[in-house]
């Protein structure tokens, strides 16, 4: 017997929760694979191959809403979850705000193959992803001071998505994603310190060799030996850019819609006002092939369009699903991401930060006595303040040079400042789903020694 395809299931979901007693409904249901290979002393240590199938059902009686899912696809039991998840609605609070896209609102046409999600190329043997990883752990064992490798990983996986709903919009996607991975540690007992690199890709043939990757991962281990702890004060911080998208992160996780709504955020009363430094933008683009981040619609059916978030500074909009536009008297942006679990949710897409001019060199013989954060742990953000604290490690500055590794400290301010009072160096990945550069802010208190 041939299993039904992902449409077939989609609309089998509906067509259940209408029987059911549903007004509306809309339901998410994927399938794939993946493998994954894991190398430790040159020999094969673990081989995952895995295949999943989910559903995601939301149903909607009146203005009360339940979800439900499963990886149970087997068509006989797809009334018994409509039936439960209507069951559960009945039984919901009322929500004036849940509701599907009206029609008029939902994409009319797209061109799904212009963002490449899919790379054509054949999943790979086993074999290859051994040899891939492989090179990344030689590689990285070849760095002096290195001496271990806690992981070598190189996997891949394919996922078809299919999106449906009562309004009758309906939609899927198949998506590939390539990845090497590394992580080393250099030095012995209390003094080893660990550091990592990796790549991920939607193609194979953009992702970096695992040569790169492995020596990378090793140079940054070996560089972080001999750590010490900076003195308590206040100085200049540039956040490497493997780790300044966070701080952007934050200022885009104040304006998600669902966040003002409840008016739990920062910057609950900063719309059309200065929030970065002028000349800065950050863009939006959920257009860009071969990019994680990247839709002709969204969770809701809605189409996507690039937008700027900030204009020169200014904050010139939220991040809104359709009921947390409805909640605030707005238009939804087209930002709602979904799940199998939960009802959407407003998320950006690809977003881009305006470059500067300068180099990441250049801004560390410019910051004089400083600090150079190259990773963090922990977080405490107080998101209605803004107010800012994380452990960090990294290297410190004197006389506009790197002087020596340092760790076991902790940063802190207020988001607002730290935005307002940043620059851009010019070193972003453009590949990456979120293009931030290193990010210099001026004047953050550090705890250290």
């Known amino acids: 017997m041939t299993p039904p395809s992902l449409d077939d299931l989609a609309q089998a979901l509906l067509a259940a929760a209408r029987r059911a007693g549903a007004d509306a409904a809309d339901a998410i249901v994927s399938s794939g694979a993946s493998q994954v290979i894991d190398v430790r002393g040159g020999h094969l240590e673990q081989a995952e191959w895995s295949e999943s199938a989910d559903l995601g059902l939301r149903v909607l009686v009146g203005q009360r809403q339940a979800n439900i899912s499963s990886s149970d696809m087997r068509p006989e039991t797809l009334d018994i979850l409509a039936e439960r998840a209507v069951a559960m609605a009945r ?67 394919r996922r078809h998505v299919r999106l449906a709903a009562s309004n009758g919009f309906a939609s899927g996607h198949t998506r590939t994603d390539w990845y090497t991975f590394c992580t080393a540690i250099a030095g012995t007992g209390a003094g080893m310190e660990r550091d990592s690199d990796g790549d991920a890709r939607i193609w194979d043939t953009d992702l970096r060799g695992p040569e790169d990757i492995g020596t990378k991962a090793g140079e940054r281990a070996a560089e972080r030996l001999d750590a010490r702890r900076p003195k308590t004060g206040a100085y200049p911080v540039l956040f490497d850019e493997r780790i300044s998208t966070s701080l952007i992160g934050h200022l885009l996780s104040a304006a998600n819609g669902a966040a003002v709504a409840r008016g739990a955020t920062w910057l609950r009363d900063r719309l059309g006002k200065q929030v970065l430094p002028e000349g800065l933008s950050i863009i939006e683009d959920p257009h860009r092939p071969r990019v994680g981040g990247s839709r002709p619609y969204d969770g809701e059916g809605l189409p996507t369009r690039r937008r700027a978030i900030v204009e020169n500074g200014v904050l ?23 799940g199998m679990s939960g009802p959407p949710r407003p998320g ?102």
Do not use: C
């Open 316 to 338: 010139t909009g939220w991040v809104l699903d359709l009921a947390s536009a409805r909640q605030l008297g707005m238009q939804s942006t087209a930002n709602a991401k979904r």
């Open 91 to 157: 039984e919901a609070p009322e929500d004036p705000y849940a509701g599907l896209a009206d029609p008029a609102q939902l994409a009319r046409a797209w061109d799904m193959e212009a963002l490449e999600l899919a790379d054509p190329a054949p999943e790979p043997d086993p074999a290859e992803l051994q040899r891939r990883a492989a090179t990344a752990e030689a590689a990285a064992m070849n760095v002096s001071g290195v001496t271990q490798v806690q992981t070598a990983t190189a996997g891949y996986e």
């Open 348 to 449: 950006t897409w690809n977003i881009a930060l305006t470059e500067g001019e300068a180099s990441r060199a250049d801004l560390i013989a410019d910051m004089g006595t400083g600090l150079l954060v190259t990773s963090m742990i922990g977080s405490t953000i107080n998101p209605n303040t803004g107010d800012y604290s994380r452990g960090a490690s990294g290297f410190w500055i004197e006389n506009g040079e790197v002087a020596y590794p340092v760790n076991e400290l902790t940063i802190a301010g207020n988001l607002h400042d730290m935005l307002m009072h940043l620059t851009p160096a010019n070193d972003a990945r453009a590949h990456l789903s979120s293009v931030v550069p290193s990010l210099l802010v001026e004047g953050m208190t550090l705890a250290g020694a």
